[in-house]
């Protein structure tokens, strides 16, 4: 006979939301990844020279990346 594991209300909980967030982080990342259109190098050799990072000033963007990956950005 196999032992059995007994979880608390509160316990099972957790451990279902934090089991359905990691599947929908991973779908996320799936779904980005097919919106993101494919780019050859010679295309993006063109844009680099079309689009240089020194045309524009720091100041015209914000940087997300800490965006990614902040559990307080889930609630």
């Known amino acids: 006979m196999e032992p059995t594991i007994t979880l608390n209300a509160q316990a099972l909980k957790a451990l279902i939301k934090e089991s359905v967030r990691e599947v929908m982080r991973e779908e996320w990342l799936k779904f980005f990844e097919l919106l993101t259109p494919y780019v050859d190098d010679e295309e ?6 079309s689009f240089s990072p020194s045309d524009y000033e720091d100041k015209d963007f914000i940087d997300v990346t800490g965006w990614f990956g902040d559990e307080s950005q889930t609630q």
Do not use: G
């Open 44 to 49: 993006q050799a063109d844009i680099e020279a």
